[in-house]
Structure formats: structure tokens, C-alpha cells
């Protein structure tokens, strides 16, 4: 079977062209916030985890030292761990593949992949997902740290506060449940609380601190919580539930 006869690998190309453009929103707001070209391109290149991309740049935009950024992005970073244990049983790399399949394991690589059910189909799912965000992702983002270093000062624009925007908008549709949405209005309010009160980045932390107090507390049912940013799409034979 060809490559692209793959049902798999087409959604998993179509998934990686459509996160791959938003790498250009990353790259100007990356230049904008007071980072250069190359050290936007080494985001993109090393980190490459979209959430944890924009958090680093948001912390920094807003005043906060490199350490507090790192924090943030370590912070959001975490769940591709937990992506990682799940898809090393489904793909199984081995040699060499272990660390590419490592770096590329990301929300929207893991939602397809897991969507097969397929072993063959799984694979192909994840390659070609991780594989294409991650080569689109950079491109883009070069072209838009070229885009942003021509816009000049953020704040004429309004754009000092994009970062905090489009981490926003990364995070909006991941909340499936009321306990997640909670979550999330709890850390808000603790935020802003403090912001106040200590060093920029600092408040992201906090904020943390407040998820994790509330998951030890008690958890909610099993199917809610931080979903991967793409749904995995319906199989075949398989309605929507009403």
C-alpha cells in the first residue's frame, strides 16, 4: 500500500498542515516579545510543544526572568511525557527512532495515532503527524519571526499582549469537562491575586500549584480533563453520540 492510499496518513497530513501554519503566530510574537530570530527558531526547534512555546514567550513578554519562563514551559511540558509512555506501546520504536518518536510526540500526534486501530495505521498516523507539524511548524515560524522583526514595536501594534492570546486559544478547546473548566477558573482567580504581589512568571507557577493542590484533593470522573488539542475523528461504523 502506497503512503498516501493511508487514511491515516492523509488525516495525518491534513492535521499537520493545519497546526504547522499557526507556527507562523509563534514566530512574530517570538521576535515581538524580545527574543531574536535564532533564538525563536531554537524554540521551535528544540522545545517544539506549542502550549509550552507560547507560555515561555508569555512570561518573558510580560517582564519575567529566562528561569521563571523555563519553569512555565517545564510545567505544561509534563503531559508529552505522559503521551510518551502511551505511544511507545502503540508504535514501539526502537534504535534511533525511540528519540525522534520522542521529540515529535505532541496533543496532535498522539490524538491520531491513537484514533487507529489498526497497528500499520497507527504508525503511519504518528509519523506523518509529528513528522509534518514538526517540519511546517519551524518553516512557519522562521517566516514569522522575518514578519514580526518588520512589525517593530509590539505595543503600537497591540500586540504585547498576543502571547497570553494565543496561549489562550491553545488551551480553550481542551477544556471537555465542568471539573477542568473549574480547574481553570480557580487558577485564574489565584493568579491574579498575586500578580500584584511577586516577580513576573511567578503567578504561572502559583497557578500550578493550585491544579495540583486540587487533583490531590480529589479527582473527578475518569473520562474528563485536559484533552489533546485535535479530536481523534470517527471512525468508520461509528455515529455521533446524541
Same mark, same amino acid.
Given at each position: 500500500?502506497?503512503?498516501?492510499?493511508?487514511?491515516?496518513? #492523509?488525516?495525518?497530513?491534513?492535521?499537520? *498542515?493545519?497546526?504547522? $501554519?499557526?507556527?507562523?503566530? %509563534?514566530? +512574530? !510574537? @517570538?521576535?515581538?516579545?524580545?527574543?531574536?530570530?535564532?533564538?525563536?527558531?531554537?524554540?521551535?526547534?528544540?522545545?517544539?510543544?506549542?502550549?509550552?512555546?507560547?507560555?515561555?514567550?508569555?512570561?518573558?513578554?510580560?517582564?519575567?526572568?529566562?528561569?521563571?519562563?523555563?519553569?512555565?514551559?517545564?510545567?505544561?511540558?509534563?503531559?508529552?511525557?505522559?503521551?510518551?509512555?502511551?505511544?511507545?506501546?502503540?508504535?514501539?520504536?526502537?534504535?534511533?527512532?525511540?528519540?525522534?518518536?520522542?521529540?515529535?510526540?505532541?496533543?496532535?500526534?498522539?490524538?491520531?495515532?491513537?484514533?487507529?486501530?489498526?497497528?500499520?495505521?497507527?504508525? #503511519?498516523?504518528?509519523?506523518?503527524?509529528? *513528522?509534518?507539524?514538526? $517540519?511546517?511548524?519551524?518553516? %512557519?515560524? +522562521? !517566516? @514569522?519571526?522575518?514578519?514580526?522583526?518588520?512589525?517593530?514595536?509590539?505595543?503600537?501594534?497591540?500586540?504585547?499582549?498576543?502571547?497570553?492570546?494565543?496561549?489562550?486559544?491553545?488551551?480553550?478547546?481542551?477544556?471537555?469537562?465542568?471539573?477542568?473548566?473549574?480547574?481553570?477558573v480557580a487558577c485564574a482567580v489565584a493568579t491574579v491575586l498575586v500578580v500584584p504581589f511577586v516577580?513576573?512568571?511567578?503567578?504561572?507557577?502559583?497557578?500550578?500549584?493550585?491544579?495540583?493542590?486540587?487533583?490531590?484533593?480529589?479527582?473527578?470522573?475518569?473520562?474528563?480533563?485536559?484533552?489533546?488539542?485535535?479530536?481523534?475523528?470517527?471512525?468508520?461504523?461509528?455515529?455521533?453520540?446524541?
Amino acid at each position: 500500500m502506497r503512503l498516501w492510499r493511508s487514511p491515516a496518513a #492523509r488525516t495525518g497530513a491534513s492535521v499537520a *498542515i493545519a497546526t504547522g $501554519l499557526y507556527g507562523v503566530s %509563534f514566530g +512574530a !510574537l @517570538g521576535v515581538t516579545s524580545g527574543l531574536d530570530f535564532w533564538q525563536t527558531q531554537a524554540l521551535s526547534l528544540l522545545l517544539f510543544s506549542g502550549g509550552s512555546q507560547f507560555a515561555f514567550i508569555g512570561v518573558l513578554a510580560g517582564g519575567g526572568t529566562p528561569g521563571a519562563a523555563l519553569g512555565s514551559a517545564a510545567l505544561l511540558g509534563i503531559r508529552n511525557a505522559v503521551y510518551g509512555m502511551q505511544l511507545n506501546a502503540l508504535i514501539r520504536p526502537t534504535g534511533w527512532l525511540r528519540l525522534g518518536a520522542a521529540h515529535v510526540t505532541i496533543d496532535e500526534s498522539m490524538a491520531t495515532t491513537s484514533a487507529q486501530r489498526d497497528p500499520d495505521e497507527q504508525r #503511519r498516523a504518528f509519523w506523518v503527524t509529528g *513528522i509534518g507539524i514538526f $517540519l511546517l511548524w519551524n518553516a %512557519f515560524t +522562521a !517566516l @514569522g519571526s522575518l514578519l514580526g522583526t518588520a512589525i517593530g514595536d509590539p505595543k503600537t501594534w497591540g500586540l504585547d499582549g498576543a502571547a497570553v492570546a494565543a496561549f489562550l486559544a491553545l488551551l480553550w478547546p481542551r477544556l471537555k469537562g465542568r471539573e477542568p473548566a473549574a480547574i481553570a477558573v480557580a487558577c485564574a482567580v489565584a493568579t491574579v491575586l498575586v500578580v500584584p504581589f511577586v516577580p513576573p512568571g511567578i503567578p504561572v507557577l502559583v497557578a500550578a500549584l493550585v491544579a495540583a493542590v486540587w487533583g490531590l484533593a480529589g479527582a473527578g470522573p475518569a473520562h474528563e480533563g485536559l484533552e489533546p488539542d485535535v479530536e481523534p475523528p470517527h471512525r468508520a461504523g461509528e455515529g455521533r453520540m446524541p
